[in-house]
């Protein structure tokens, strides 16, 4: 069974750019968890999805931060304008619905310059 | 609201030493509480969990102890080894409508030498 995974793997855009990061959850997992890690400091917890829809988003930043889930299977992460703070590492996790274990994939390292 | 600390690392040992790596949280309620470990160039993994007061969660000769009246969950190995190196983080999940939220500490570098 294939597990979490996010294109693209390393990201370096300019500051002011676009970027969009992408989450494939495990194939039947209704649950879907962006988190991001800048430099050094914990994991925090951004958003998750049940299915389409947001269940919880007050890990959100700002509104430079949209994610969606359309048809309820893959994730993106779009981060417009991006600014040097947004620097890190992206990660998105599954889950199967009543599910306490996140699947984690490997990260987007994103450096905006 | 919730928090998770964890001892700084990086954490150097020699192959077979013991393994301490110290967590603390700080939550309304009960939460469970986890390990999680990232090896090199890999996503987090879940280690091991606890669910309630005094459980212990254990996997791959690691153990942690759900200790509601010291508000911790230490990891512990008895003797580690090479393949153990890695970044380990300690997470609560405390429940209630962030159901699916996970609280993470800020990770602790583990290298252990032959």
């Known amino acids: 069974e294939a597990g979490v995974t996010q294109f693209p793997s390393h990201s370096v855009i300019e500051k002011g750019q676009t970027v969009t990061l992408r989450c494939d959850p495990i194939s039947g997992h209704d649950n879907l968890y962006w988190y991001r890690r800048v430099m050094g400091k914990e994991i925090k917890f951004l958003l998750h999805f049940v299915k389409e829809s947001k269940q919880d988003e007050s890990g959100m930043p700002n509104n430079r931060f949209l994610a969606e889930r359309t048809g309820g299977t893959y994730s993106t992460l779009k981060v417009q304008p991006a600014e040097l703070e947004d620097s890190g590492v992206y990660f998105c996790a599954s889950s199967q619905a009543g599910g306490y274990e996140q699947f984690f994939g490997p990260g987007t390292r994103l450096t905006v310059l | 609201g919730d928090s998770v600390t964890q001892m700084e690392g990086p954490v150097t040992l020699s192959e077979e030493a013991f393994l301490t790596i110290n967590c603390t949280y700080t939550a309304t309620g009960y939460p469970s509480l986890f390990w999680y470990v990232q090896y090199p160039g890999e996503g987090l993994q879940l280690l091991l969990k606890?669910?309630?007061?005094?459980d212990k969660g254990s996997n791959k000769g690691f153990e942690a102890t759900y200790r509601k009246e010291t508000t911790s969950f230490h990891l512990e190995k008895g003797s580690v080894q090479v393949s153990d190196s890695a970044v380990y983080f300690c997470?609560?999940?405390?429940?209630?409508?962030?159901?699916?939220?996970?609280?993470f500490g800020q990770g602790t570098i583990l290298t252990v030498h032959p």
């Open positions: 606890a669910t309630k007061a005094d």
């Open positions: 997470a609560l999940n405390a429940g209630g409508t962030s159901y699916g939220k996970l609280t």
